[in-house]
């Protein structure tokens, strides 16, 4: 898995309540995506099934569950993900909690092509946000604090806001898999995301994959929505 920009970059999330909902993105978008985010709505309503299905289909799977437990715990949750076939994983980004999913993913049985991310300041977040949880800092400095312990964890990768991507690329170097959420197209709504930016700013600024929804999920083509977007990162 390149830790740069893909040929093709784009993560659909299938933010939907059922997997009948999820296949008919899924076949609306046919060959132009092939990776797919199976977030905590899909994974409650239908759990590893889906997944499988997926994986099963030839499709890379983003499985954002945002693990935080107990080490022991994350670990055994990791293995069974990782032994699954999934692509990526997101933890929170706590030290012990990152060091316990990557070993997780290394006891799993057979060559795992797993990935962990440690997810930083949720990009629905800002500065009263994280005030209101009794942080001080803002949020490019949360941002900062975690990906640095992200780095002495060993962690594959982080999720982290566009408005911070530059500013984490420089300090993991061309290691480490970042993905972007909060990415929308120029002139699209931001919904009920705060800090955001355009798919072209996020890959210059050195994200790896971007994690696009309502954009393409719900537009009245989502196969000519993502190839439209694809054309305008010019891959």
């Given at each position: ?39 905590m ?29 107990i ?18 994983l ?18 799993a ?76 197209p ?26 696009i929804?309502?954009?393409?999920t ?18």
């Amino acid at each position: 898995m390149s830790n740069g920009p893909t040929p093709n970059p784009v993560i659909v999330a299938l933010d939907v309540a059922t997997a009948a909902e999820a296949r008919a993105i899924v076949n609306a978008c046919g060959d132009s995506i092939g990776f797919y985010k199976v977030g905590m709505e899909l994974y409650a309503a239908e759990g590893m099934p889906i997944v499988r299905e997926l994986i099963e289909q030839g499709k890379d799977v983003f499985l954002d569950l945002k693990f935080y437990d107990i080490p022991e715990t994350v670990k055994r949750a990791t293995a069974q993900v990782a032994k699954a076939g999934v692509k990526l994983l997101t933890v929170h980004a706590s030290k012990t909690v990152m060091r316990a999913a990557m070993e997780g993913k290394g006891e799993a049985k057979g060559d795992s092509a797993l990935r962990i991310l440690g997810v930083t300041v949720l990009t629905s977040f800002d500065e009263t946000d994280l005030a209101d949880l009794g942080y001080t800092r803002t949020p490019a400095d949360l941002v900062r604090h975690l990906v640095a312990k992200g780095i002495e964890a060993n962690v594959d990768g982080f999720v982290c806001s566009p408005l911070e991507v530059a500013e984490v690329r420089a300090a993991t170097g061309p290691g480490k898999i970042l993905v972007t959420p909060g990415v929308r197209p120029a002139g699209s709504d931001t919904g009920d995301q705060k800090r955001v930016a355009t798919p072209a700013q996020a890959i210059a600024n050195g994200a790896s994959y971007l994690v696009i929804g309502r954009p393409i999920t719900r537009a009245a083509d989502p196969a000519q929505a993502a190839r439209n977007l694809l054309l305008e990162l010019a891959v």
